[in-house]
């Protein structure tokens, strides 16, 4: 079935450092892949998405690519700050459209001072 | 602009009673998701509403029901409460049908079942 893999589980970087988490999708026909922050105590917010027609895209010190043939996406955090201390979801959409993400596991980064 | 809104923030039930939870979308939204977060675990899609229809429904029991009003706001209803229904219910909308637009997600209910 549909299936997104996150990894790390938890990463721990020191402030100015940069910070990848990595997702792997089980459907190669999946187009739509967003990336989500959750602080403790708050729904996720939406950072960047990508779709399958581009192979990266970049915002300010957010980053995201994408490797359709590898099945592989994934969220570069640049010069990171306390304040991007979170859990980050990856998600990818199925092709049909069923209305449905499906959520790595997430990752908890902390952005040590 | 007003994001999505839910409500309550926490509710307490016991085993075996019914819970409601309520969602307003961001304004223009028609599409509105549910999710369960339970703890410790990722996102796990419930249901999902356009145009006061239920066009889909993730693999949950009967149990777990909804609606969405004209006003494309909508709820989410869990009948005969069991403890592992214990999580944080998110509430998302969309301006597109599908998961492929850009889905904005509200604060959550959190949901104790005692």
């Known amino acids: 079935g549909e299936n997104v893999e996150q990894h790390p589980s938890t990463l721990s970087v020191q402030e100015g450092d940069s910070a990848v988490i990595k997702c792997t999708y089980s459907d190669s026909a999946s187009n739509y892949f967003p990336w989500y922050k959750q602080e403790l105590g708050k729904g996720p917010q939406l950072i960047i998405d990508?779709?399958?027609?581009?192979g990266e895209k970049k915002d300010q010190r957010i980053a995201v690519t994408l490797n359709k043939t590898a099945k592989h996406f994934s969220l570069h955090i640049t010069e990171t700050q306390p304040e991007d201390s979170a859990v980050y979801f990856c998600a990818a959409s199925p092709p049909s459209n069923t209305g449905k993400l499906i959520f790595g596991q997430g990752t908890t980064l902390q952005v040590k001072p | 602009e007003a994001g999505v809104t839910q409500s309550p923030t926490h509710l307490i039930k016991t085993r075996g009673q019914q819970a409601t939870l309520r969602c307003s979308p961001i304004s223009g939204h028609t599409s509105v998701y549910w999710y369960q977060q339970a703890l410790g675990l990722g996102l796990q899609f419930l249901l999902w509403y356009d145009e006061g229809e239920e066009r889909n429904r993730g693999n949950f029991p009967p149990r777990f029901s909804g609606r969405q009003f004209p006003n494309y706001s909508s709820e989410l209803n869990v009948n005969a409460l069991e403890l592992e229904d214990s999580a944080l219910y998110l509430c998302a909308s969309s301006s597109g049908q599908g998961a492929r637009t850009e889905a904005f997600f509200g604060q959550g209910t959190r949901l104790t079942v005692v």
């Open positions: 990508i779709r399958s027609n581009v």
